[in-house]
């Protein structure tokens, strides 16, 4: 999974710091998800999108999801 | 859990683990002097032998209960990967040991190895995870 969230945060002008404190989680997981090794749960991405005013999908996109050849 | 500034679980974690340690070796030194100057016999010396090991299960009551509060889910799958790691190389060692006992009659691990053995590496995998989720200056 990839995701906008390092673009979004730069947009705003928030330090990792200042996330992890909103999102009422460490800095180390912050890091982890904008750099793609760890993929947040689902209420994580929530709390993230609603953070950020966006859909879960504005956010975050499957990268698998983007080779789809429409083919079963 | 690194340097960065610890969680409300983390910190809860942090005093159980040094309340426990701290009781596990008064426990151990207790238990030990009371049996070597011959103070305890009969079945009494059954309870100094399950004693010590009652602060091992508070220790691993105290890991429980840190996954249970810690609400930073990537630090806590950390601390679940490390787990699994620690069984996962004790699991091999007792099986490749017991092979080892049951063919060739060599190969008992002296007492306490498992335990040892789990907690090293434990720290281990919590130190390599460490090292590679490390955050640098903040931008």
């Given amino acids: 999974m990839t995701n906008r969230l390092k673009a979004l945060r ?11 404190e909103r999102l009422e989680v460490s ?3 912050v890091n982890a998800i904008e750099t793609g090794r760890y993929d947040p749960s689902l209420p994580l991405a929530f709390k993230i999108a609603r953070l950020f005013g966006k859909r879960i999908e504005e956010i975050f996109e499957d990268a698998e999801g983007l080779g789809i050849s429409g083919k079963w | 859990m690194g340097c960065l500034p610890k969680s409300k679980a983390e910190k ?9 340690m701290s009781v ?16 305890v016999k009969g ?25 249970k509060e810690e609400t930073d889910e990537f630090v806590r799958q950390q ?8 069984t996962a190389v004790v699991l091999g060692l007792s099986a490749v040991s017991d092979f080892l006992r049951g063919y060739t009659g060599k190969g008992e691990l002296p007492g306490f190895t498992i335990f040892i053995v789990f907690w ?15 955050v640098g200056g903040d931008d």
Avoid: D, K
């Fill in chain 1, 10 to 20: 730069a947009e705003r002008e928030w330090s990792q710091a200042f996330l992890a």
């Fill in chain 1, 27 to 29: 800095r180390q997981s």
């Fill in chain 2, 12 to 20: 809860l974690y942090v005093r159980r683990i040094s309340v426990t």
């Fill in chain 2, 24 to 39: 596990y070796v008064l426990l151990v030194f207790g238990a030990t002097w009371a049996v070597r100057h011959g103070h």
């Fill in chain 2, 43 to 67: 079945w009494w010396l059954y309870v100094c032998a399950v004693v010590p090991s009652l602060a091992i299960l508070r220790l691993l009551q105290v890991v429980g209960l840190y996954l």
């Fill in chain 2, 79 to 86: 601390m679940v990967n490390s787990i699994l790691w620690g």
């Fill in chain 2, 120 to 134: 090293m590496v434990f720290a281990l995998a919590q130190g390599i995870q460490q090292l590679r989720n490390r």
